[in-house]
């Protein structure tokens, strides 16, 4: 009985025997494995992580290109060192420069506004006076920074004195631009180290941003030395007004000084950047020693009366001056570079020792006006030099030479009177080619005796 338990526990134990053998071998074998790696990781250093090739640009076709998948490096054998990125292929595309980091723009011109200029607020400092929409209630005097926000009025009565080194800022207001309206009296005394400034809140201002300064029935003597005005709709505007303006600077306004009714006397300034440097209607002006100078129009006068005297204009797109039934003395100004330098309509007077230069059309156009017109260099005007319709001038000892077309052009039912002038090397028996007559109204040029030398005017 025994024997016969043996023998069926037998096959028994060799199973078992069997499966022990199986479980000793694999753990051998892990056994084996895990001592050989260990021996190879105890002689390699660590590597760091490499960096992700960003996407670069394949500058055929502007698209973007996806990097290179990375290698990853086998259990047997070291990590390859990196290696550099292949040069890009070379293409026969120009060069593309890198793009410009531009700043954000101001809410204003992202609006579609782009107006030129630094859009930049200038009101970066708390003001030592500011204002909405005030009116003054007595004497003020104004230093330092001044803001006004829409408008500030002074009334008949007040007196308000803007001392040196003052700078005024106007923002808008819920009732449109802002400005200073003055019917008391304005007193703005700055002088060459320490200008006044009247401008918009803006680091540089441009045409249109604040209304301007109005002097509005004020017969007080207002007076503005040494101060500049810019960006307005109005620099400043005269109605029925007086004013005395001296070393005062206009720039980059619809139009610069603006006169109606008024009594103007300017001395030493400048006005230019502007659509219109200076228009005055029915008004009494005197300038002297003033610069008009690239503006789209110089001056435009109608009416009234106008004294030019050591005064340039210069570099205006169309006209310099234009006027219209104005009473006119100009001496010793020059009118040089300008589209036309002077046009005068139903206007008398005198122009005297004055020079009409360069001018891209006429030199000097009247038309139905009563003028002498005596010591002037009009000449190498790439138009003609002088240009008569109607009325009753009378010319002499002027230069009348080395324009591009003609001298002089005349159109008028009456002789002209032109003796005494220069037409330059001219033969006598050759200055009718200089001149042009029009229309056929029967008129003619009456240019004998011309001068034999050049008149020395001294300018």
Not at 98 to 112: D, N, W, Y
Not at 158 to 187: H, I, N, Y
Not at 197 to 209: H, K, P, Q, V
Request: charged share 15%.
């Amino acid at each position: 009985m025994r024997q016969k338990e043996m023998a069926e526990a037998l096959p028994r134990k060799v199973t078992m025997t069997k499966c022990w053998l199986k479980r000793f071998l694999v753990a051998c074998t892990a056994l084996s494995l895990t001592a050989c790696s260990l021996d190879f990781l105890s002689g390699v250093r660590p590597q760091p992580a490499p960096v992700p090739a960003k996407a670069t640009v394949d500058p055929a076709n502007d698209r973007a290109v996806a990097p290179a998948a990375q290698a990853v490096p086998s259990a047997v054998s070291l990590p390859a060192a990196p290696v550099p990125p292949p040069p890009a292929p070379a293409t026969d595309a120009a060069p593309v420069a890198p793009p410009v980091q531009l700043a954000p723009l101001p809410a204003r011109e992202q609006s579609g506004i782009a107006p030129a200029g630094d859009r930049t607020s200038a009101l970066v400092e708390k003001p030592d006076f500011s204002y909405h929409n005030a009116t003054l209630a007595e004497d003020t005097v104004w230093r330092g920074l001044v803001q006004v926000e829409g408008w500030v009025t002074v009334p008949p009565q007040v007196t308000l004195r803007v001392e040196a080194g003052t700078t005024v800022r106007f923002v808008s207001a819920e009732g449109g631009k802002g400005g200073l309206l003055v019917q008391g009296r304005l007193v703005a005394a700055g002088n060459s180290d320490q200008p006044i400034l009247f401008a918009s809140a803006f680091r540089n201002s441009a045409a249109g941003d604040w209304q301007g300064i109005v002097l509005l029935a004020s017969d007080k003597k207002n007076v503005m030395e040494e101060c500049r005005i810019e960006g307005a709709v109005n620099g400043l505007q005269a109605l029925f007004a007086q004013v005395t303006l001296h070393s005062l600077t206009l720039a980059s306004c619809e139009t610069g000084l603006s006169f109606r009714d008024a009594f103007a006397g300017i001395a030493g300034s400048g006005v230019s950047g502007c659509s219109v440097g200076v228009r005055a209607v029915e008004s009494e002006l005197e300038l002297r020693d003033t610069s008009i100078s690239s503006n789209r129009q110089g001056m435009v006068v109608s009416g009234g009366s106008l004294y030019l005297a050591s005064a340039t204009l210069y570099g205006n797109d169309k006209t310099a001056l234009t006027a219209d039934n104005t009473r006119l003395q100009a001496s010793g100004s020059s009118f040089t570079v300008n589209g036309t330098g002077m046009r005068l309509n139903g206007c008398d007077g005198a122009i005297s020792y004055c020079r009409f230069l360069n001018n891209r059309e006429a030199g000097l156009h009247l038309v139905g006006s009563r003028l002498r017109v005596n010591g002037n260099d009009i000449s190498q005007n790439s138009g003609v030099g002088l240009r008569i319709v109607e009325g009753g001038n009378v010319l002499w000892g002027n230069v009348l030479a080395a324009n591009n077309s003609h001298d002089l052009e005349y159109e008028g039912a009456a002789d002209l009177f032109a003796m005494g002038n220069w037409w330059g090397e001219t033969e006598p028996s050759r200055i009718p080619e200089r001149i042009r007559i029009l229309g056929g109204a029967g008129g003619g040029v009456l240019y004998q005796p011309p001068l034999t030398l050049r008149p020395q005017f001294g300018f």
